[in-house]
C-alpha cells in the first residue's frame, strides 16, 4: 500500500503532464496486487483522517510506504514541527489496523521553498 499526495498519485499515471510511470507500476507493484492511495494536494491531517475512516477494517498490506509532507510545508504553510506531527499521526493510525508483521516505511520529504524562497520551518 502506497499512502501520499501528489507524488505517490502519480506513480500508476501515463498521462502528460507528470512523468510517465506506468511502466514502472506495471512491472514491480501491479504484480504484487499494490494500492496507490495518493491523492494529489492532500495534506498530513488528510490522509490521518482517512486512516482513521479504516478503523475496524484490518489492512492485510504486507508494506506500507508513506511519502507525505510535501503539501504541508509548501502550500498549508506549516513548520516542520507541525509536519512531523502529522507524519506520525498517520503512522499511528495505519499501525493500529495494519496486519501484525506489516512493513513500514517512509520515503523522505524533500522541503518546499516559500513564494519568498525561504524553506519552511527555517529561521528567518
Keep these: 500500500m502506497l499512502i501520499g499526495d ?3 498519485n502519480n506513480y500508476d499515471k501515463a ?4 512523468e510517465n510511470f506506468q511502466p514502472t507500476w506495471k512491472q514491480f507493484y501491479e504484480p504484487r496486487k499494490a494500492l496507490n492511495l495518493g491523492f494529489s494536494g492532500d495534506t498530513t491531517a488528510q490522509r490521518a483522517l482517512a486512516a482513521e475512516s479504516w478503523r475496524g477494517v484490518r489492512t492485510a498490506s504486507e508494506a506500507v ?17 507541525q509536519t512531523e506531527s502529522g507524519i506520525d499521526a498517520v503512522v499511528a493510525a ?7 508483521d506489516a512493513h513500514f ?8 521553498l516559500s513564494p519568498r524562497g525561504r524553506r519552511k520551518g527555517t529561521a528567518r
Excluded at 498521462?15 to 507528470?18: E, K, M, S
Excluded at 516505511?105 to 518546499?112: D, E, F, K, N, W
Aim: hydrophobic fraction near 35%; charge should be negative.
Design 94 to 100: 495505519l499501525r493500529a489496523e495494519a496486519a501484525g
Design 6 to 8: 501528489s507524488s505517490t
Design 65 to 81: 510506504v508513506l511519502l507525505i509532507g510535501t503539501n504541508n510545508t509548501g502550500y498549508a504553510n506549516q513548520t516542520v514541527e
Design 15 to 18: 498521462t502528460l503532464p507528470d
Design 105 to 112: 516505511g517512509s520515503l523522505a520529504c524533500c522541503p518546499v
